[in-house]
């Protein structure tokens, strides 16, 4: 099993930035592809931006493309979600998650492990 906790989660104004974090713990070695989904209320779950492991092959939604970064720290086995230029439609609960495939979709159903949740809200 793996076990991940997100951090860093808060409210913030439009414009400004946030740093989620996600720590992993556990059997660590299985994960072929990490990432970071969110949803809002009344909303179904969706896609933020996921990579390999490695660090390689990053990939974003639109709507989150070219304001936010995924990136890990291997020293601190901790993955990380850099949130610039937030907007109040960003506002929701962020997920992090983990999927023992190396080539894991955007779909959540290809991931095997989800932390708790961290509530991220833009005021306008």
């Known amino acids: 099993q793996v076990q991940l906790l997100e951090s860093g989660g808060g409210l913030v104004q439009a414009g400004g930035s946030l740093r989620l974090s996600c720590a992993a713990s556990?059997?660590?070695?299985?994960?072929?592809?990490e990432g970071w989904f969110r949803q809002a209320p009344g909303k179904e779950r969706e896609f933020v931006a996921r990579?390999?492991?490695?660090?390689?092959?990053?990939e974003y939604a639109d709507s989150v493309k070219g304001r936010f970064s995924i990136f890990r720290d291997n020293a601190k086995n901790t993955m990380y979600l850099q949130m610039d230029s937030l907007k109040p439609e960003d506002t929701a609960v962020y997920f992090c998650s983990a999927s023992r495939l190396l080539y894991a979709s955007t779909s959540t159903l290809d991931y095997d492990y989800w932390g708790q949740g961290t509530q991220v809200t833009v005021s306008s």
């Open positions: 990579h390999r492991r490695s660090g390689e092959i990053t």
């Open positions: 556990g059997r660590t070695f299985d994960i072929g592809t």
